[in-house]
């Protein structure tokens, strides 16, 4: 459905310095995940993704965490730069179903030069 | 060399009236899908073609009405559009385990 009544979670860093981002998914059938970032008028890119017989990916200057005893996924981002200021959503497959992901609301990322 | 496309990019109508938005991808993806995002930011699927065959068709308004002519082409129609359907209509596509690419986006304005 729609989000109505629900505000964008904010997070706010100072340029140069780590950023974590996370997100809690909601079905522990999910066996792939993915990060997206969305910057201001454009389409949702894909980061990173992982499944769910890992615990880490690292990508360039970002690393996917998975912790699926408490259904938790984090996006790092090292040396936070202005250009990764956007908002961005983590995924899960839901089931295994990888045609059908089930979104996250989102954070908003604000890098403070 | 635009990975998934679509057309147009802003969109402004009036309620009642009928309007089609288009999408390609030149990815040679099976899957491809409409998604919608409110103002909110929520990103909610709305259909997905595999190979030209509906396979996902959630709880959306029979106003709109998708159309694949080849597994390249994805379109939306839309009728009797409300305001409701104001938003930013994405197109994406898919192949195998991974994640959709997205479209640009279509801002569709009714008024």
């Known amino acids: 459905g729609e989000s109505v009544g629900l505000h964008l979670p904010t997070l706010s860093v100072q340029e140069g310095d780590n950023s974590i981002i996370n997100c809690a998914y909601s079905n522990s059938a999910s066996d792939y995940f993915i990060w997206y970032k969305q910057e201001s008028g454009k389409g949702p890119q894909f980061i990173i993704d992982i499944r769910s017989n890992m615990d880490k990916r690292q990508g360039q200057r970002v690393t996917v965490l998975l912790n699926k005893t408490v259904k938790h996924l984090s996006l790092q981002i090292a040396a936070t730069q202005p250009g990764d200021s956007a908002v961005y959503f983590c995924a899960e497959n839901g089931a295994g179903n990888n045609r059908k992901l089930i979104w996250g609301l989102g954070t908003s990322l604000a890098v403070n030069p | 060399d635009t990975a998934v496309s679509q057309t147009p990019k802003y969109l402004v109508t009036q309620m009642g009236n009928d309007k089609s938005i288009k999408c390609e991808q030149n990815?040679?993806?099976?899957?491809m899908y409409w998604y919608k995002q409110d103002s909110k930011k929520f990103l909610k699927i709305m259909f997905s073609?595999?190979?030209?065959?509906?396979?996902i068709n959630e709880t959306v308004p029979n106003r709109f009405s998708p159309k694949s002519p080849d597994k390249a082409h994805l379109n939306l129609h839309i009728n009797s559009l409300e305001l409701g359907d104001s938003a930013v209509y994405f197109c994406?596509?898919?192949?195998?385990?991974?994640?959709?690419?997205f479209g640009p986006g279509t801002r569709l304005l009714v008024l």
């Open positions: 994406a596509s898919s192949q195998g385990v991974r994640g959709p690419y």
């Open positions: 073609y595999n190979n030209k065959e509906l396979i």
């Open positions: 990815l040679g993806h099976d899957t």
